[in-house]
T-cell receptor, first 111, second 115 residues
């Protein structure tokens, strides 16, 4: 069973701070990595996709991938209360294009 | 562009009853997924269709769950008989081709409560 691990949190940060969310995965052959945001009672929506080692930036969001350590992270700069949600890490294992999701990390940004 | 449509939005049934969920993916999307999301957990894949064929149903409890995607468009997921542990949100998602690196588009989900 291919595993995707996330700390369930909650991670609480003050408004304006950097939130750091982490994810590890078990399948060394995994190629594609996603971060989805899920507001309470809503469906997941994609916010970041990364497939190369290193950083990928999109606005206030930065995804970081380290395949050697089997680790992917999401940084949210200048966190806003509207960023409060659960962040799901999803991984496409090698040989399969079916995304496997972690349990998600709950982020709370307090004013 | 219309999104993924799901119905019903909520369903409450008693254990041992049957229930069915419907999903209409984004037009032109070949790949359709059914995920089960239990409260506090991430989505767990139940079944993936490519057009009207099953790609992966290894985690579908086939003694009680069934799914079909006739004509390669909309899909129905059925539970018969339901158990208490089936209480969850059932999410339908679609993607254009199902290839590597593709984004999934999720429907609003069906929240099932089994009493």
């Amino acid at each position: 069973q291919k595993e995707v691990e996330q700390n369930s949190g909650p991670l609480s940060v003050p408004e304006g701070a950097i939130a750091s969310l982490n994810c590890t995965y078990s399948d060394r052959g995994s190629q594609s990595f996603f971060w989805y945001r899920q507001y309470s009672g809503k469906s997941p929506e994609l916010i970041m996709f990364i497939y190369s080692n290193g950083d990928k930036e999109d606005g206030r969001f930065t995804a970081q991938l380290n395949k050697a350590s089997q680790y992917v992270s999401l940084l949210i700069r200048d966190s806003q209360p509207s960023d409060s949600a659960t962040y799901l890490c999803a991984v496409q294992p090698g040989g399969s294009y079916i995304p496997t999701f972690g349990r998600g990390t709950s982020l709370i940004v307090h004013p | 562009e219309a999104g993924v449509a799901q119905s019903p939005r909520y369903k409450i049934i008693e254990k041992r009853q049957s229930v069915a969920f419907w999903c209409n993916p984004i037009s032109g999307h070949a790949t359709l997924y059914w995920y089960q999301q239990i409260l506090g957990q991430g989505p767990k894949l139940l079944i993936q269709f490519q057009n009207n064929g099953v790609v992966d149903d290894s985690q579908l409890p086939k003694d009680r769950f069934s799914a079909e995607r006739l004509k390669g468009v909309d899909s129905t997921l059925k539970i018969q008989p339901a158990k208490l542990e089936d209480s969850a949100v059932y999410l339908c998602a679609s993607s254009l081709t199902g290839n590597e690196g593709e984004k999934l588009f999720f429907g609003s989900g069906t929240q099932l409560s089994v009493l």
